[in-house]
């Protein structure tokens, strides 16, 4: 029996999140909450399983077919079958779509309570605690979470990566029974993948409803190529059609935690901050000073973004080369 479970999905494997949420399972093992167990929901992705086996007391790989294309009620159904099994009072997951999707109904599955957006999680004897921002990142609301287990999917990306214990723990195979659900996925149209993940990437040149257009976007670009950046974007301008749906950076969208986030023409809605506060250094260009997003970067320029990024990105190739 372990008192700390992590979830994980396999086809998502061993990233910079999945990671996060190893990395707080082993802070409430230091803190004496006891062992942890990993939950790899579906076939583990390459390396995955002997990765996490580092990482973590025991590894447990539920693999049926019904689980290869993600399903939140496939999931919730194997979860429901495996984690009473593992007895864990408290139930991490990371920030992942999956995860966020399926947190509160496999709470009450479980029969426990859940919690969303985590910073940090604590387990004082019985007592299983999370802290989250609050008032758009004002204040820190602190959550007692009164029913077992605590099922909590915290800020993975933002948290410090696990770190190898020095063992190499079992991997176990479970089988479970999933029994079809009233839906069938008809068509999957995979998305194009240039470079790295928005969600992995070092650094992100995000753009806004302040540019105006798709056009503005390709400037963004040359700054982007010129910084080795990866391209995100508010909600505002993908949901304008300038820019595609999987750039975009927010509450409903990525959660990134990049090195250095540009936002440009970005007002900063609390929706998008939650996509991207974490990121080490936020950097603006936005033609109003008053902005929110200048409240939470470190450099900004209140300034058109037509007489900065063609500058900006002039001065960055040279400086590169
Ligand atoms: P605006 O708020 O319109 O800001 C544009 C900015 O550009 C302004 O600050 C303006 O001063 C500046 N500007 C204008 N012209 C220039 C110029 N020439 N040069 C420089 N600056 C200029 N939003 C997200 O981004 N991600 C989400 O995941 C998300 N999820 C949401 C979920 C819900 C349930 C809801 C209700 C909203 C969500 N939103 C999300 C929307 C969010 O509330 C904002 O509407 C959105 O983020 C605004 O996008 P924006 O900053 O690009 O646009």
Redo the contacts with the bound molecule.
Sequence with gaps: MSNVAIVLFGELGLDRAAQGVAGAAQGLKAAGAGDVTAVVVGSAADGMADGLAQLVDRVVVVSDPALEDYQPETALQALSQVLPGVGATTVLLGNDIYSQEITPRLAARLGGSSLADAMEVTVEGDSVRATRSAYGGKALAVYELKRSPAVVWVRARALEPGLPTGGQAAVDERAVQITAPGLAIVERKAEAQEGVRLEDAQVIVSG?????GPEPFEVLRGLADAMGAEMGA????CDAGWVPGSW??????KKVAPELYVA?????????L??MGDSKVIAA????GD?P?FKHCSFGIV????NVVPRLTEKVAELRK
């Design positions: 806004g409803r302040g540019l105006g508010s909600r505002a301008a975009q950076v927010g509450q409903t969208g440009i023409a970005i007002s900063g809605a609390s929706q998008h939650l996509g260009v936005n033609t109003d902005a997003i300034e058109d973004y037509k």
